[in-house]
């Protein structure tokens, strides 16, 4: 099915723990984003990227590494999860509107629990 | 760095009333703006976007969004809502040669039935 699917949808780890969430669209969408939604903050930007092996940071990337191997996939990486990455992240895709960042089209959310 | 404003981050309303979100952004320069909703437990969906021409957008629902540019406003109208209504309401904002959005911390909407 076309569209921005994301896995896991629900993660309990401890803390300490590697954790990757994947990430994977179907467009070919140029730009990619990962976000995450906490009460209070409403979403903050993680890391994006506008190509394949071209990624940069964003709002709130301490803790977190990025890849972008290929168009399609942008998967997360939590190297060392702590209790503050507790969250749900959700990854988002769009094509360029001239100079500006077009439409985002989002993924369903990965829940993550750090315990 | 551009940061957008939402007020009134809880809304309470009952079925039928009139609902108005304000959106201010502080980027000075060209923008494209958009509003998005998320319904409880989904993802965030675009409900309109403005890049240019007539500053009164339609958009799905019957929402509809308003671009004054001397207020850097982009506020978002209902004239009459229903319960399914019900979800977080965000605005976000594109400005010349940057490669993200930026997003307001959101409107949480509750509608009464």
């Known amino acids: 099915d076309a569209g921005i699917t994301q896995s896991p949808r629900y993660k309990i780890t401890e803390t300490g723990r590697q954790v990757t969430l994947m990430c994977h669209q179907t467009?070919?969408?140029?730009?990619m984003f990962w976000y995450r939604q906490d009460l209070g903050h409403g979403l903050r930007l993680i890391y994006y990227s506008a190509a394949a092996d071209i990624t940069d940071k964003g709002e709130v990337p301490d803790g977190y590494v990025v890849s972008r191997s290929k168009t399609e996939n942008f998967p997360l990486t939590l190297e060392s999860a702590t209790r503050s990455q507790t969250s749900v992240y959700f990854c988002?895709?769009?094509?360029?509107?001239?100079?500006?960042?077009?439409?985002?089209?989002f993924g369903e959310g990965s829940r993550l629990t750090v315990l | 760095a551009q940061s957008v404003s939402q007020h009134n981050h809880h809304v309470i309303l009952s079925e039928a009333a009139s609902l108005e979100l304000g959106c201010n952004y502080s980027y000075g320069g060209t923008v494209n703006l958009f509003w998005y909703v998320q319904y409880p437990g989904q993802h965030l969906q675009l409900l309109l976007k403005?890049?240019?021409?007539?500053?009164l957008v339609k958009g799905i629902k019957g929402f509809e969004a308003e671009f004054i540019k001397s207020k850097f406003s982009f506020n978002l109208r209902k004239p009459s809502v229903q319960w399914s209504d019900t979800a977080e309401y965000f605005c976000?904002?594109?400005?010349?040669?940057?490669?993200?959005?930026?997003f307001g911390k959101g409107n949480q909407v509750v509608v009464i039935p």
């Open positions: 988002a895709s769009s094509e360029r509107a001239g100079a500006y960042t077009g439409e985002l089209f």
């Open positions: 403005y890049f240019s021409g007539d500053p």
């Open positions: 467009w070919s969408h140029s730009y």
């Open positions: 976000a904002v594109s400005s010349y040669g940057n490669n993200r959005l930026a």
